[in-house]
């Protein structure tokens, strides 16, 4: 479903001309209704990778293929879950969840109650008139997930986006995305650093290391599901990661800067 | 993201507020303490101060004119009573006060409606290509610059003495603050929301109506501000000028051939109380409203 071949990525600093390797012959496939964690250190280029398979950023070299098709583009057909809330602030939860729908062509009706779903499956419906300052991080998030699935993608992409909720919201989401995941099937690409998280969620987990190493592991993690984040096993396989990510170089300066957040690059991300 | 005027920190009240309790530990003189306790509603109190002020100083001014210059220095009763006279129908220069009030907002309005049209949309334009702005800022940042009256010669020859000029002069002159700032606020949205737009598969259009322009509203808004206040000004200064028979602006330029002083402030009168109620009444409070309703503490 998700495809990288021999992606690499280049980042210039306008101001210093400096020229930064993000990611450097990236190989990664994610099957169809594959639940995949990328897991990294700060500043890897976990978020760079997400966005070039979201189409934000195009790569400097290599392919990124999605259904064997090369990615042009960000459409609503890879939904994005970012780790900062970017819901719309002048429109209501509901608004905020019909924005996708309207750009698809959806009657206003049909929107009404897609949006009236989705907002009842993330358990949010006494809030769907609420403007997005009014809710929690963790309901902001939950909403995110909302406005996405309710375009019903093929596939997931999150960058982190449980990375600033407290240890209990987070718990509770993670468990939330995986009911939905097995009740919708969807296949999800989840970027984070937090190996607990990686063992709890996925079905196999990528350690991407900082250029020039790319993906240095990829475990997958056979623990029947549902999964007790206390069991021995889960113990086990996350002490096995940490054992890799510790093998690691640490974060060069540069990159840690470019990671995590995206640079502004007009060029490539401002249309006309 | 650039600061424009009243756009970045709360704009100063139109009238001033009661004072919040002094934090404990300060010290107070008793005498304020008493003054406290005397006088319930300091708020409204200051409020009718404020307004007393300018009254006083208007009415000593007038005495102290009189007493040294032969002229008739229209006191604020000299005002009023002229304002009500007018007000039931007099007549101004062969037309009533409402008849020049309305011609002044009407010419005011179509000045208005055309600069936040061009304004806004090439505001949006700006804000999105930086070869656009780059072009073309320098332009605007001029036109800026132009004081009102300026226009006025260009005004004349575009259209000659017609109230036509006076429009054109409004627009001109509301203009520029309007680009500036729906500039500043199109390049002040931030780039997660342009991502996250373009996801849920919006076109270029829809970005524009639903992303780049309720994400600039707020800065807008206090263009608009701006923009109305300069237009207003200088339409007071275009009537007088090229104005053609009514209007606010040319009542008053004709009191100096027929000594209608108190109609001419009448007119002054009437103008500020239609701007602070536009300004402080309505376009101050959106602006309020839009940034809390969507709780918009915008970063840096």
């Known amino acids: ?272 | 993201m650039s600061t424009s005027p009243g756009s970045a920190g709360p704009a100063p009240d139109a009238f001033p507020q009661p004072r919040a309790p002094a934090p404990v530990g300060t010290h107070q003189p008793p005498a304020l303490r008493l003054a406290r306790r005397l006088l319930p509603w300091p708020g409204i109190l200051t409020a009718i101060a404020a307004l007393a002020i300018p009254l006083a100083l208007w009415w000593g001014l007038a005495a102290i004119v009189m007493h040294l210059r032969p002229v008739a220095f229209p006191t604020p009763y000299d005002t009023y009573l002229r304002l009500s006279g007018l007000l039931r129908g007099q007549l101004l220069n062969d037309f009533t006060i409402y008849r020049h009030v309305a011609d002044s907002i009407q010419r005011w309005a179509l000045g208005f409606a055309l600069a936040v049209g061009i304004g806004v949309s090439s505001g949006l334009l700006l804000g999105w290509s930086r070869l656009l702005e780059r072009l073309s800022m320098p332009t605007v940042t001029v036109l800026q610059l132009v004081p009102g009256l300026a226009w006025i010669p260009v005004a004349i020859l575009l259209f000659g003495v017609n109230p036509r000029a006076t429009i054109f002069m409004v627009g001109v002159t509301a203009l520029a603050p309007i680009v500036i700032n729906t500039t500043a606020g199109v390049k002040g949205v931030d780039e997660m929301y342009l991502r996250a737009a373009r996801m849920m598969g919006a076109e270029d259009s829809t970005l524009f109506a639903r992303v780049l322009l309720p994400g600039s509203l707020p800065h807008l808004l206090s263009g608009l501000r701006v923009g109305f206040a300069n237009g207003w000004r200088v339409l007071v200064a275009g009537e007088m000028i090229v104005g053609t028979g009514t209007g606010l602006g040319y009542s008053i330029i004709q009191s100096r051939w027929t000594l209608d002083y108190a109609a001419a402030f009448v007119c002054i009168a009437i103008i500020c109380i239609i701007g602070l109620t536009v300004e402080r009444g309505i376009l101050l409070p959106l602006e309020r409203r839009t940034v809390e309703r969507w709780g918009l503490a915008r970063s840096a």
């Open chain 1, 1 to 272: 479903m998700i495809q990288l071949d021999a992606v690499s990525k280049l980042f210039a600093n306008a101001e210093t001309g400096q020229v930064v390797q993000a990611l450097q012959d990236i190989d990664l496939v994610v099957e169809e209704n594959e639940f995949v964690c990328l897991l990294g250190p700060s500043g890897c280029g976990k978020s760079t990778l997400l966005n070039l398979v979201a189409g934000f950023e195009r790569p400097t070299s290599g392919r990124v293929l999605f259904g064997g098709e090369p990615v042009r583009a960000a459409g609503p057909e890879r939904g994005v879950v970012f780790q900062e809330p970017t819901l719309f602030p002048w429109l209501t939860v509901e608004q905020n969840i019909e924005f996708g729908l309207r750009n698809l062509g959806v009657g206003r009706l049909e929107r009404k109650e897609i949006s009236l779903r989705f907002v009842s499956l993330v358990g949010l419906a006494d809030f769907a008139r609420a403007r997005p300052h009014q809710l929690s991080g963790g309901m902001k998030q939950r909403v995110q997930l909302a406005r996405v699935l309710a375009l019903d993608p093929r596939a997931l992409l999150m960058d982190e986006p449980f990375g600033s909720l407290d240890a209990q919201t987070r718990d509770r989401l993670q468990d939330q995305l995986l009911d939905i995941w097995e009740n919708h099937r969807k296949t999800v690409l989840f970027v984070t650093h937090n190996v607990e998280e990686a063992v709890y969620l996925a079905d196999r987990v990528a350690v991407l290391a900082p250029a020039p190493d790319g993906i240095t592991a990829d475990m997958p993690i056979t623990i029947p599901r549902p999964r007790d984040r206390y069991a021995t096993e889960m113990r086990e396989a996350t002490m096995a990661l940490i054992a890799v990510l510790a093998d690691l170089p640490c974060c060069v300066l540069p990159s840690r800067s470019l990671g995590e957040s995206p640079v502004r690059e007009p060029s490539t991300t401002m249309p006309g």
